[in-house]
């Protein structure tokens, strides 16, 4: 069956960093387009970045531009998000998702807390 699993959340002071990682399985990793979101509280879901499948072009919200980088890794299924100088404003609920035409997978999410 298909799965998303998000790791690498945690707590970080203000100006950290942090690396997200997205393992998936159950399906053609290296056909679908690849995102991050970002959940906070009382807030709707939003798009933190993308990356496509075949040229890996990217784009990022931008809130998060210049501070953040999304990668993949078609050989190990795996998509990250880097994160640095990390503000109180980006902790949420980050989510991965996969999608490909009218097909879209996500996981269940990884919290990510900036405080000082």
């Known amino acids: 069956q298909v799965q998303l699993v998000e790791s690498g959340g945690g707590l970080v002071q203000p100006g950290g960093s942090l690396r997200l990682s997205c393992a998936a399985s159950?399906?053609?990793?290296?056909?679908?387009?690849m995102s991050w979101y970002r959940q906070a509280p009382g807030k709707e879901r939003e798009l933190v970045a993308v990356?496509?499948?075949?040229?890996?072009?990217?784009n990022y919200a931008s809130s998060v531009k210049g501070r953040f980088t999304i990668s993949r890794d078609n050989a190990k299924s795996t998509v990250y998000l880097q994160m640095n100088s990390l503000k109180l404003e980006d902790t949420a609920v980050y989510y991965c998702?996969?999608?490909?035409?009218?097909?879209?997978?996500w996981g269940q999410g990884t919290q990510v807390t900036v405080s000082s």
């Open positions: 159950g399906f053609t990793f290296s056909r679908y387009t």
């Open positions: 998702k996969a999608q490909r035409v009218v097909s879209a997978y």
């Open positions: 990356i496509t499948n075949i040229e890996g072009s990217t």
